[in-house]
């Protein structure tokens, strides 16, 4: 009995297996900026940083990674028919990964790392969405707060004409233990989710 009793306890654990693998449920978030022309952009090129082998610091260094990440995006961009134009596009899409947690404040967080922003894409720390506050002091905040937890995913829109960051998504939770979430699927999942929160702003 007890045998039988040892067997079904190994039996279940091996059914409940894939069941706990696929539950990605990510934490995910977004921010815009109220006065872009969301329904004008037709156009994507991808910042410089997409297509390069620099390493960014707080992201997972994994070319083939990279890879799957920007073919999720490109679906993502393609069902919501954008076009890719390298010459000339409406808004440029730029991704990163957080192996750990991060904290950034505003602009600081954004031109930490050199490698992030190319020289002209984002223009005079003209970032739309996160706007320098002054407080009753008379000195001036350095922007909004964002705590990104390890195993995040990052999208973010760049209006390309004005050089301003127009919107971002970022998905959270995808880890494997204490590591970063390398299955294509979960990644692919997570993106669609990111995108999720643009379809409101579409379909504002």
């Known amino acids: ?8 306890v190994v039996l279940l654990a091996f059914v409940a297996t894939p069941i706990l693998a696929q539950n990605t449920n990510y934490r995910v978030e977004s921010d815009k900026d109220l006065s872009a022309p969301f329904s004008k952009y037709k ?6 940083q997409v297509n390069s082998a620099q390493s960014l610091a707080y992201a997972v260094n994994d070319a083939i990674f990279k ?6 995006v490109a679906h993502e961009l393609a069902a919501r028919e954008y076009k890719m ?13 957080f192996d750990q947690p991060v904290e950034m404040t505003g602009y600081e967080g954004y031109f930490r790392d050199a ?12 970032l739309g969405l996160i ?6 002091t008379g000195t001036t905040d350095r922007g909004k707060q964002y705590y990104f937890d390890k195993g995040t995913v990052m999208i973010q829109l760049v209006d390309a004409k004005k050089g301003v960051v127009v919107w971002q998504g970022y998905a959270s939770g995808l ?13 692919t999942k997570a993106v669609h989710q990111i995108f999720r929160e643009y379809d409101l702003v579409l379909n504002n």
């Open 67 to 72: 890879t799957a990440i920007r073919d999720a």
């Open 175 to 187: 880890t494997d233990g204490n590591a970063f979430d390398k299955n294509t699927d979960h990644v």
């Open 43 to 48: 156009t994507f090129a991808w910042a410089q």
């Open 85 to 97: 134009d390298s010459q000339n596009p409406d808004i440029l899409v730029n991704f990163r990964v």
């Open 115 to 126: 490698n992030y922003w190319g020289a002209n894409e984002v223009r005079n720390n003209n």
């Open 131 to 136: 706007t320098r506050t002054h407080n009753t």
């Open 1 to 8: 009995m007890k045998k039988l009793k040892k067997a079904l």
